[in-house]
């Protein structure tokens, strides 16, 4: 009992921040039209250096999707704050950088002949950023592993919790009724109201 005890807290705590973050994005999820979002776009230009865009000339190389050089992502950070390690897509004439982000999008696109760059970044707002964390939607590999500990934390602390209840539950005896309606509601939505 003493360790049981010990799981369901510590799941708890673990699980206690994502647990708030995840309850209330489902909100503004589920409530998505009604919760207004704040878009601001920041269009961007540049020309790149010769030296560098002597690393990108055109040739007759086919379509490809490979990093940029280390230097050209170095100097897009510097230019225009955003850049990638991520495989961009390389054409004969051009080379675009998607720019995905939880809240927001950006693309950065250079021509090969002439070394002109432009860009754009959206942000979405932060409820938007919540609501893409909630999804996991471009928020890379570290929260992808963050995103499974927090779901295997709810798991022990749910089923502790179950296990718990049925230790206590001779003193309390709406232990199991409202344990059945937990499952019922939902179900009985699912079948009556979802088509």
Known sequence: MKQLHSWHWMSSAISLIGL???AFTGITLNHAADVEGASTTVEQSGTLPAPLLAQIA???APDAKKPLPKAIRRWLDDQFGQTSAQAAEW????I?????RPGGDGWIAIDRHSGKVTGE???RGWISYLNDLHKGRNAGAAWKYFIDVFAVACFLFALTGLLLLHLHARRRPSTWPLVAAGLAIPAIVAVIFIH
């Open 121 to 123: 970044s959206t942000s």
């Open 96 to 100: 675009y950088l998607a720019l995905p």
């Open 20 to 22: 708030l973050l995840f």
């Open 58 to 60: 055109a040739d007759d």
């Open 91 to 94: 054409s004969a004439d051009e």
